[in-house]
């Protein structure tokens, strides 16, 4: 069946712009994450959904960054003003209700800021 | 979440078997040890996770030791696919994962 997927695979944008990164989690998948990963490095917590709802936030990593999620399906992430330092593979992943069912990531969207 | 160390790097040759170590030594009673892989390009993939017991997939083991301070990853037969990222990870109450540096494996011909 159908994986997460994440679109744009690639984009290039100009400093100061916003951008929106979008994603189809795994039909049925309640949990839905977004991670980012610099060149080089581990993968950083940015947002969790349960459903509609966000009950963990805490690795956003300024007000620049907000996310959404509708009908417990698609969700975007949205960077206002873009950085350099927000250059990065942006992942997506969703999972299954209950005790720590396997996170299923998508490819990422890779994000330059020029 | 409490914190695991693995090896920066490892090196296996094709087709015999991989042990990929991890430490955590501050795991409390109620965190599962999971172990996800990431190939070049790609988003991380599920590998295996456990609590106590010593488990088994189509994919690998994971053996726990029984204080629960450390685990090992075993490929048992390496093949060149095999080559990626592999992380380590303690997931407690809060679901989330928190990703390390992981172990970069490089599988030889």
């Known amino acids: 069946g159908a994986g997460v997927s994440q679109s744009p695979s690639n984009k290039v944008t100009e400093k100061g712009k916003d951008v929106e990164l979008r994603c189809d989690p795994i039909?049925?998948?309640?949990?839905l994450y977004w991670y980012r990963q610099s060149l080089g490095q581990g993968l950083e917590f940015l947002i969790y959904?349960?459903?509609?709802?966000?009950?963990?936030k805490s690795g956003l990593p300024s007000d620049r960054f907000s996310a959404e999620r509708t009908g417990g399906s698609v969700s975007t992430l949205t960077i206002q003003r873009t950085q350099q330092e927000d250059s990065a593979v942006y992942l997506c992943?969703?999972?299954?209700?209950?005790?720590?069912?396997?996170?299923?990531f998508g490819n990422g969207t890779r994000l330059t800021v020029t | 979440d409490a914190k695991t160390t693995q090896p920066n790097s490892m090196e296996s040759n094709e087709e015999e078997p991989v042990h990929l170590p991890c430490n955590h030594s501050?795991?409390?009673?109620?965190?599962?040890i999971h172990w996800y892989r990431q190939l070049p390009s790609q988003g991380p993939e599920y590998v295996i996770h456990?609590?106590?017991s010593n488990v088994n997939n189509r994919m690998a083991s994971l053996a726990i030791a029984e204080d629960r301070k450390s685990s090992t990853l075993i490929l048992h037969r390496a093949t060149l696919r095999d080559a990626a990222v592999y992380y380590c990870?303690?997931?407690?109450?809060?679901?989330?994962?928190?990703f390390g540096q992981g172990t970069t494996l490089q599988v030889k011909p």
């Open positions: 992943a969703s999972s299954l209700e209950g005790q720590f069912p396997p996170l299923h």
């Open positions: 039909s049925g998948h309640t949990a």
């Open positions: 959904f349960q459903g509609n709802s966000a009950p963990d």
């Open positions: 501050t795991i409390s009673g109620t965190d599962y």
């Open positions: 456990g609590l106590t």
């Open positions: 990870i303690l997931r407690g109450n809060t679901g989330k994962l928190i």
